[in-house]
């Protein structure tokens, strides 16, 4: 290794480790005068902008007889060369500045403080953004023989490649995104396996020789990970780098090629760690099979070598116990568990996105697994629905509690609720056009039993304390938000004609009916089953003439009394009858024929209607 200082020119600066050591300590003493500190400020300046400063900056860093903090600011001399001035050097000086960077690398010891590894890190991706796959071939290989070494050493590598792969696939980092085709062909070559890129991309031109060994990173991070699951209860120390490597598979599972995690059986050593006893690791465990479970673009294949061990039986269950340990009390949240708690939460998304996709499959709808979960599937949508972004921010509900935790903005809350309804209504959808009379007379008993009690538990309807977003009516439009997607679900079933199909659309005539029945004081609510029944009307029961005059006339006899003493209600009212008309008209455009058979009757029935609401109307404004 070159020994001599990487110079542009001679300089008169004077540099000592003692003045450099004193001028930090008058920095991070509070007691210096702002004065002196200034003075230490810029001599410490100026040193960085000498042209001697990364001699200066290797030979303090390398003297462990120096504090840390005066280690760590000879290496911050190292990394202000690099990168500020490093199109100035020549190769024989860029060389020598690789050289140095690996020999404070190889120098590591357990006992250095972190913040040293970490810059140590820093700088080794800096010079290789710039010069790795171009004029230094032999990284792979450096980083390997630092891999054998100590466990200071093995953290060191991992900061590297965590680093490394975050610049290069971020898209955020300048200098990487100037050499993007090499460093991210490089990156992949060293850390798939040799036997995946003989096997899958020996025709793709991705070697570019800059891999060392057979394994790939992807395999030696996952045997280490293994291996520190497995002794953890007698390693302490191995807790930090299993944490350290799943921190560093995170950066790298979302790009990796996935015959790579397959051929590493990364799904099941990521499920392994969530058997750990420490918090830490199972998080990061979490967060990595999240991305994994977010790939888009995979093969069926894929999908089956990456994301099916997920839902073997024994990851299911440590799952549950996971989920069933970190569930909180949303008045006294434990913030460790909630933290885990949100991480499963994610990978419910991305369970529910799955459900779609099997629930559109027949050969995986029909399984008896699949089968026996549908019913359970129906009763957790049609409780998710619930508009709780409707719900005031101060309202007692756990679920708005737990919002108010979550999202920081009403936008963010929506978006994730509405795409979350989304998929309660894609699921109902599939359920019912797989399994549409089973399917359809689960979601009419669940609506009607929920419908018939509303109020269990609240208060009794008041115009007084009136609200359009409580929880009865929220109750009562999720119900119906199931509803419609069921029926959306059913349309061309019920279209084919037939006896079960006959017997269907009486049950839902007379469910209709029963639910016409009932007495709602609340004119949101209301309002919500004049949508329903006239859904009915126009889709499955559109041939009915008879229910379909029913509704007509159900809606003629809707007449709620507005009270201007209760501005909440009165609203609710104006908003009722306007509702009507439009649901009136959207009737009479799709049945004239049915309803020119009782026009006069009709006629009669809105004139009388007309003058009920013209005499209310009276009474208010007296």
């Excluded at 590894?117 to 790795?132: F, G, P, Q, T, Y």
């Amino acid at each position: 290794m070159s020994g001599h200082p990487v110079q542009l020119k001679q300089t008169n600066l004077t540099v000592s480790k003692d003045q450099i050591r004193a001028a930090l300590e008058v920095i991070h003493d509070v007691r210096s005068p702002n004065q002196i500190r200034q003075e230490a400020s810029e001599y410490l300046e100026k040193v960085k902008l000498d042209d001697e400063a990364p001699h200066h900056g290797y030979t303090i860093a390398a003297d462990q007889s120096q504090p840390p903090v005066i280690r760590h600011f000879g290496l911050s001399l190292l990394e202000h060369a690099i990168r500020h001035r490093w199109n100035e050097y020549s190769l024989e000086q860029s060389t020598t500045l690789r050289e140095w960077e690996l020999a404070l690398a190889q120098n590591l010891t357990d006992q250095d403080p972190s913040y040293l590894r970490n810059k140590i890190a820093s700088i080794w991706v800096d010079v290789a953004k710039r010069s790795w796959a171009l004029d230094w071939m032999d990284m792979d290989e450096c980083l390997t023989r630092l891999w054998d070494g100590p466990l200071a050493s093995k953290e060191l590598v991992l900061a590297v490649l965590e680093t490394l792969s975050e610049d290069v696939f971020g898209h955020e980092d300048l200098i990487a995104g100037l050499r993007s085709s090499d460093l991210s062909r490089a990156c992949f070559e060293i850390f798939t396996p040799m036997t995946v890129l003989q096997d899958h991309y020996s025709s793709r031109g991705t070697n570019i020789n800059v891999r060392y060994g057979d394994e790939g990173w992807l395999s030696r991070m996952g045997d280490l990970l293994e291996w520190c699951i497995g002794q953890e209860g007698t390693h302490v120390t191995g807790q930090a780098c299993a944490l350290k490597i799943l921190v560093t598979l995170r950066s790298v599972i979302g790009w990796a090629a996935p015959q790579s995690l397959s051929a590493t059986r990364m799904t099941l050593r990521l499920c392994q760690a969530l058997r750990s006893s420490h918090f830490p690791i199972q998080l990061a465990a979490v967060d990595t099979l999240h991305i994994l479970s977010s790939r888009t673009k995979l093969s069926e294949g894929d999908l089956k070598e990456l994301v099916a061990p997920m839902f073997m039986t024994d990851t299911v269950d440590l799952l549950q116990k996971l989920f069933d340990w970190s569930c909180v009390d949303a008045t006294d949240i434990d913030e460790e568990k909630y933290l885990l708690l949100k991480k499963l939460s994610e990978v419910s998304v991305c369970a529910m996105h799955a459900w779609v996709k099997i629930l559109s499959s027949e050969a995986l709808v029909s399984s008896p697994p699949v089968a026996s979960s549908v019913g359970e599937l129906l009763e957790v949508c049609s409780q998710r629905v619930i508009k709780y972004e409707a719900l005031p921010e101060q309202h007692p509900d756990p679920s708005v509690i737990f919002l108010n935790e979550d999202f920081d903005s009403m936008p963010e809350r929506h978006a994730f609720l509405g795409n979350y309804m989304r998929f309660c209504k894609m699921i109902t959808e599939r359920i019912v056009q797989q399994s549409p009379a089973d399917a359809l007379f689960h979601i009419l008993s669940s609506a009607e039993q929920v419908i018939s009690h509303l109020y269990d538990g609240e208060p009794a309807f008041s115009m007084h304390s009136y609200s359009r977003t409580s929880m009865p009516f929220l109750k009562m439009d999720a119900q119906c938000s199931i509803l419609e997607a069921g029926l959306k679900g059913s349309v061309r079933w019920l279209g084919h004609g037939g006896h079960e199909q006959e017997v269907m659309l009486q049950n839902l005539k007379v469910w209709c009916e029963r639910i016409l029945g009932l007495n709602f004081e609340d004119p949101s609510v209301k309002e919500r089953v004049i949508q329903l029944a006239v859904g009915f009307a126009t889709g499955p029961l559109k041939k009915d003439a008879r229910f379909v005059l029913k509704i007509f006339d159900y809606i003629l006899d809707t007449n709620y009394p507005d009270d201007a003493r209760y501005p909440s209600y009165s609203e609710a009212v104006k908003d009722l009858q306007s509702l009507c008309i439009h649901e009136l008209q959207r009737l009479a455009m799709k049945f004239p024929d049915y309803l020119i058979t009782i026009f006069d009757e009709v006629e009669h029935k809105v004139s009388r209607v007309s003058h009920a609401v013209t005499r209310d109307n009276g009474v208010r404004n007296r």
